[in-house]
């Protein structure tokens, strides 16, 4: 069974720090590009972040570059998301998403490119707020 399971999210005070951890299970991690997204109420879908297969290429969304960090173990096959000086506008489920690539040095953004992802997570609550 296909598992990507998120955890680490939570309320913090505006200008703390998160960690997300997504653990995925049930396919070749090595083989899957990795990425965050998010979902705010009242606003569209964000790709936040992505990385490739191999770690060595990534992706911000400029509304957080800067202030997060993506990064994968392919020995846990887990990808994380380091957030920094977060924001009351962070404030949004985040979901992992995994999507197979047959080039090792590509990514793809969930929400442009949906049809890409293979799989989701369940999502995890972030609230940034004093």
């Known amino acids: 069974e296909v598992q990507l399971v998120e955890s680490g999210g939570g309320l913090v005070q505006p200008g703390g720090s998160l960690r997300l951890s997504c653990a995925a299970s049930?396919?070749?991690?090595?083989?899957?590009?990795m990425s965050w997204a998010r979902q705010a109420p009242g606003k569209g879908p964000e790709s936040v972040s992505s990385?490739?297969?191999?770690?060595?290429?990534?992706y911000y969304a400029d509304s957080v570059k800067g202030r997060f960090t993506i990064s994968g173990d392919n020995a846990k096959n887990t990808v994380y998301l380091q957030m920094n000086s977060l924001k009351p506008e962070d404030t949004a489920v985040y979901y992992c998403?995994?999507?197979?690539?047959?080039?090792?040095?590509?990514?793809?953004?969930?929400?442009?490119?949906?049809?890409?992802?293979?799989?989701w997570g369940q999502g995890t609550q972030v609230t940034v707020s004093s």
């Open positions: 049930g396919f070749t991690f090595s083989n899957y590009a």
């Open positions: 998403a995994a999507a197979r690539t047959s080039d090792s040095g590509s990514f793809y953004l969930p929400f442009e490119h949906p049809s890409k992802i293979n799989y």
């Open positions: 990385i490739n297969s191999i770690g060595t290429n990534t």
